[in-house]
């Protein structure tokens, strides 16, 4: 059975510190790796990535595939207090026949004022 | 605006209610949606594969009698959630893939909070 799995499943830092999120998966079929973030409704999109070791940045936030290692991260810098968000990482890719994308166990960030 | 409009957003109900959801994808038609489902302090669950005009493919482990999907139309697909027991209250969510927008690779509604008391 594919699985996505994150670490550290929760933590917990202050204002300014610099947060490295984890996301491995164990996939056949891999065609993407997503990170969303999600505070109260609905997941907002942060990143796809395809290629490995192709850095996408967007303002504080960065993220890299390692292929080899069938792994990514995600990098917070200067985190601030709106950054508190459960971070999802999703596999998507074709399984059993269908294009899905499958969500990994999440890490709950707290930033601290 | 909203790319998929899911209804309704919360609802709380006795056991033994079914409840129905809807998702509609309101900007382009969408032959394929997904349902996840989401516990307090865990992460998003794909549920089942919903297809337009044929049968929606269940994830192992979820019941197809329990979780009744219907994509009748290239907009709208429905679950039902039949006979609710406390054990099914959870955050319920659709999403539409968008297999041409790099930047949004799925749009998601706004999510369900169902709640059986």
């Known amino acids: 059975e594919d699985k996505v799995v994150q670490s550290p499943l929760s933590l917990v830092v202050h204002e300014g510190d610099t947060v490295t999120l984890n996301c491995s998966y164990e996939?056949?079929?891999?065609?993407?790796l997503l990170w969303y973030k999600q505070e109260k409704k609905a997941p907002t999109f942060l990143f796809m990535l395809?290629?490995?070791?192709i850095e996408k940045k967007s303002g504080r936030l960065s993220s890299i595939l390692d292929k080899k290692e069938l792994s990514s991260i995600l990098n917070i810098t200067a985190t601030q207090t709106g950054d508190s968000a459960i971070y999802l990482c999703?596999?998507?890719?074709?399984?059993?026949?269908?294009?899905?994308?499958?969500f990994g166990t999440g890490t709950r960030l707290k930033v601290l004022a | 605006g909203a790319v998929v409009s899911q209804h309704p957003s919360r609802v709380i109900c006795k056991s033994g209610t079914s409840v129905k959801i809807e998702c509609r994808s309101l900007?382009?038609?969408?032959?394929?949606m997904f349902w996840y489902r989401q516990f307090p302090k865990q992460s998003l669950m794909l549920m089942a594969t919903?297809?337009?005009?044929?049968?929606?493919?269940?994830e192992q482990g979820v019941e197809k009698d329990k979780f009744l999907i219907n994509h009748a139309s290239l907009t709208l697909s429905t679950l039902t959630v039949t006979s609710a027991h406390p054990e099914d209250s959870s955050f319920y969510i659709c999403?539409?893939?968008?297999?041409?927008?790099?930047?949004?690779?799925?749009?998601f509604g706004d999510g369900t909070r169902l709640s059986i008391l």
């Open positions: 999403s539409v893939p968008d297999r041409v927008n790099s930047n949004q690779p799925q749009h």
């Open positions: 996939v056949t079929n891999f065609r993407s």
């Open positions: 395809t290629s490995s070791g």
């Open positions: 999703a596999q998507g890719g074709f399984t059993s026949g269908t294009y899905k994308y499958i």
């Open positions: 900007d382009f038609q969408a032959t394929t």
């Open positions: 919903s297809n337009e005009g044929s049968k929606a493919t269940y």
